[in-house]
């Protein structure tokens, strides 16, 4: 089992910027996608950013044009980047990173953002 520990959450106010990093313990072989996806109290698990081994990126409506998706292989890390932040993403975000044969999530990490 891959460790993954997530850092960078916190509270900021509406507006303001904060970067999510996502580190593997160790390389991760076989690796489909990465993602990010968040959970807010009493609402479902929803994808907000993915990339895949061949780079391809997608983003969820909500997030397009304020969260950019990225990767550094050498470092087997996965970030997050999120600018113009609202209210309506304060939320746990957790990591995951899709492998031909299994899933594996961080665990998680609050963003808190206040009007």
């Known amino acids: 089992q891959v460790q993954l520990v997530e850092s960078g959450g916190g509270l900021v106010q509406a507006g303001g910027s904060l970067r999510l990093s996502c580190a593997a313990s160790?390389?991760?072989?076989?690796?489909?996608?990465m993602g990010w996806y968040r959970q807010a109290p009493g609402n479902q698990r929803e994808m907000v950013a993915r990339?895949?081994?061949?780079?391809?990126?997608t983003y969820a409506d909500s997030v397009k044009g304020r969260y950019t998706i990225s990767r550094d292989n050498t470092k087997n890390t996965v970030y997050l980047q999120m600018n113009s932040l609202k209210p309506e993403d304060t939320a746990v975000y957790y990591c995951?990173?899709?492998?031909?044969?299994?899933?594996?999530w961080g665990q998680g990490t609050q963003v808190t953002v206040s009007s």
């Open positions: 995951n990173i899709k492998t031909i044969f299994n899933d594996n």
């Open positions: 160790e390389s991760i072989f076989s690796v489909r996608a």
């Open positions: 990339i895949t081994g061949a780079g391809t990126t």
